[in-house]
């Protein structure tokens, strides 16, 4: 708990400090260097839904499914739960759209970067809890959960879109990984490398998946949501009952078209060339 207690003071530190402190970026532990940060702290003391108000949107709409049931993303379902953020699917009455969550960024100019969350998966069978880059149908990396699969506390699904090559999984684009021993209903860190020539996969800084095909190119928006259409080969459900995934903070360190390489060494020399920040 005191180690949880000083990671998030060290959160906190980097939202208050902003881009002055590290203008000259932030380098992780595989050496790569990254211009940009975007750092989510749900636990704040202002609140979940306060730290979403700069550079998050609530999603609000449908998304028909075809044959299946039509997914009502709605602002209700995004809230504070338990000092944290909760993204639900609710308990499904029967008819209707499926009302569940999602919240996505507003800048869509991000291109490459390591991306992190600390969450709880839910444990309510029926629906998909997932954190992805996103700007089309083939420009696409996801973490997924499935609170169906047996061993859904323990089971995630990797891939780069298109996960399908000729109407059957790709298994150059897609893996699915059981983590021996993993509690994901337990808070832990999930991530993803977005590398100009791979994807790089993590669970509590253990690489977990590289894929290599499909790497998106194209700069993208950061998604996390929770979602059913009933669809009986992959979400399940709807939910009975609603299932929460629970959310603690967001890490996005990245590049983007916004700031390019000399804009960024021109601030960092501005700056003093200053250390890059260790993340």
Not at 115 to 133: D, L
């Amino acid at each position: 708990m005191l180690g949880l207690i000083a990671t998030l003071a060290l959160f906190t530190l980097h939202v208050q400090t902003g881009r002055a402190a590290c203008e000259c970026g932030y380098i992780d532990s595989q050496g790569h260097v990254w211009r940009e940060a975007l750092i989510a702290n749900f636990t704040q003391p202002a609140g979940a839904l306060a730290a979403l108000q700069n550079d998050w949107y609530i999603s609000n709409w449908d998304i028909p499914q075809g044959s299946n049931k039509v997914i009502r993303y709605t602002p209700n379902n995004v809230f504070q739960h338990n000092d944290a953020l909760g993204i639900k699917v609710s308990g499904y009455s029967g008819s209707g759209p499926v009302s569940s969550g999602e919240v996505y960024t507003l800048r869509s100019d991000i291109q490459y970067g390591t991306f992190r969350m600390r969450a709880a998966v839910p444990s309510v069978p029926g629906v998909v809890f997932g954190f992805f880059t996103y700007i089309s149908g083939t420009q696409e990396q996801d973490i997924e959960f499935l609170s169906s699969d047996t061993d859904y506390y323990q089971t995630v699904h990797y891939t780069n879109q298109p996960g399908l090559l000729n109407g059957d999984v790709d298994p150059d684009a897609t893996k699915d990984v059981v983590v021996p021993g993993a509690d994901f209903t337990a808070f832990g860190e999930h991530r993803i490398d977005w590398l100009p020539t791979a994807s790089k996969y993590f669970y509590n800084q253990a690489q977990t998946a590289t894929i290599t095909k499909n790497v998106p190119t194209t700069s993208s928006r950061i998604i996390l949501n929770v979602w059913s259409n009933g669809d009986s080969l992959f979400s399940k459900g709807p939910p009975t009952a609603d299932s929460i995934a629970t959310v603690q903070w967001v890490q996005l360190y990245f590049n983007s078209t916004s700031l390019a390489e000399p804009a960024f060494q021109t601030a960092c020399a501005n700056a003093g060339n200053i250390p890059k920040c260790i993340i």
